[in-house]
């Protein structure tokens, strides 16, 4: 144990040192979490785009493929 936690918990007493303790873990891990849900967020950004332009993609071929069954059918 260092001497700055033993005199920190003689000066303050126990349950202090341990709020203050676990208000620091609690912080660093919101940190870490926005920092991951940022990142998350931004690739499910690219996500979609590369989604909605893969969807216009299809739905361009889908119309042309329609259009020449169409064409087949009314031929026969």
């Known amino acids: 144990m260092s001497p ?3 005199t ?3 000066t303050l ?3 202090i040192v341990c709020s203050i303790g676990l208000a620091f ?3 660093r891990m919101y940190l870490k979490m926005s ?3 940022d990142m998350v967020t ?3 950004q690219e996500l979609v785009l590369t989604n909605s332009s893969l969807i216009k993609n299809i739905d361009t071929k889908v119309d ?3 259009i020449k069954v169409d064409k087949i059918l ?3």
Request: a positive charge.
């Open 13 to 15: 007493g126990f349950p």
């Open 42 to 44: 931004k690739t499910n």
């Open 8 to 10: 920190s918990i003689s």
């Open 64 to 66: 042309k493929l329609e």
């Open 4 to 6: 700055d936690l033993v």
């Open 35 to 37: 920092t991951t849900l």
């Open 25 to 27: 873990a609690l912080w």
């Open 74 to 76: 009314i031929s026969k």
